[in-house]
């Protein structure tokens, strides 16, 4: 019989929410900028597919992303991007985070 169980990547994401500080968060834009090969994301959507601890999609709308979704498969993941989002931009109306 072939085993299904998932590993719980949330779990390591809502620990590493305690690490993020303004030097990762920082660091997160820079990376995503350079992937993206432009450092303003202004009019833009960004979707965060698999979004673990929402480090990204925090990073995308401090570029200023004008709607940025985030979902997870994990619902621990989920919270570690909900909590990410109440601690670094809690007014952020146009950031959804959902499990799926």
């Given at each position: ?49 698999g979004c ?27 919270a570690a ?20």
């Amino acid at each position: 019989m072939e085993n299904t169980a998932r590993f719980a990547f949330g779990e390591n994401w809502k620990a590493y929410v305690s690490c993020i500080n303004e030097d990762r968060i920082l660091s997160a834009e820079r990376s995503l900028a350079d992937m993206l090969g432009q450092n303003a994301l202004a009019g833009k959507s960004f979707v965060d597919i698999g979004c673990g601890s929402g480090l990204f999609s925090l990073a995308a709308i401090r570029l200023g992303a004008s709607r940025v979704v985030s979902f997870d498969f994990d619902g621990g993941s989920v919270a570690a991007a909900l909590e990410v989002k109440a601690r670094f931009s809690p007014g952020a109306a146009d950031w959804t985070i959902s499990q799926g």
